[in-house]
């Protein structure tokens, strides 16, 4: 099992967050993992992006080459666009169609979906409206997890067992919450 993936979306949208659950499940596994971040983490607004590599082998670099990545995960669909010249011909993006317009000259959206639909295997969902939906608002970029779990190639019961361990100190309700949200993000890709 090897899987490249790269999470990239705005500071404050929980890349992170997504970046640890991942993480955890994959070393319960005993898995190797290697993660860089490589863009803005602390700055709420910014571009971020992170490499996380996942392997039952050993993993030289913690960098992902343009056109070797399996996944994008995006929490905001432009900063997908920005990341496709690394993404596999077969590969998959997985993104949020909800844009963070914090940019004034920020392309029009349909465009951006235009240009993400060619793209072979690609889910575009709007997990914010998804989050709202189910009554957790804040757990939006969980719902875009559980919308990429069939591509990351991690078993789901595993993801929900991070998401527990992961969230564990912030009490019973957050895990719920998350626990909720990972579902509604696998449900709504089911039905694509």
């Given at each position: 099992m090897k899987v490249d993936i790269i999470l990239c979306g705005v500071g404050g949208q929980g890349i992170l967050s997504i970046a640890t659950i991942i993480g955890e499940a994959a070393l319960n596994e005993n898995l190797y993992?290697?993660?860089?971040?490589?863009?803005?983490?602390?700055?709420?607004?910014?571009?971020?992006?992170s490499n996380l590599r996942i392997s039952d082998s050993p993993i030289a670099?913690?960098?992902?080459?343009?056109?070797?990545a399996d996944v994008i995960i995006s929490m905001e669909p432009m900063e997908a666009l920005r990341y496709l010249p690394y993404l596999k011909e077969d590969g998959w993006v997985i993104t949020s169609t909800a844009p963070l317009v914090n940019i004034p000259n920020y392309p029009d959206i349909e465009a951006i979906k235009t240009e993400l639909?060619?793209?072979?295997?690609t889910v575009m969902i709007d997990i914010?409206?998804?989050?709202?939906?189910?009554h957790t608002p804040r757990s939006a970029n969980v719902v875009l997890l559980g919308a990429a779990q069939h591509a990351i190639g991690l078993d789901y019961d595993k993801?929900?067992?991070?998401i527990?361990?992961?969230?564990?100190r912030k009490g019973?309700?957050?895990?719920?919450?998350?626990?909720?949200?990972?579902?509604v993000g696998r449900n709504a890709t089911t039905a694509h």
């Open positions: 993992i290697k993660q860089a971040e490589v863009h803005g983490m602390s700055q709420r607004g910014g571009d971020v992006q670099s913690d960098l992902i080459a343009q056109g070797a639909s060619q793209v072979r295997h914010e409206q998804l989050a709202k939906n189910n993801l929900e067992a991070a527990r361990r992961v969230f564990a019973e309700a957050i895990v719920e919450a998350n626990i909720s949200a990972l579902a």
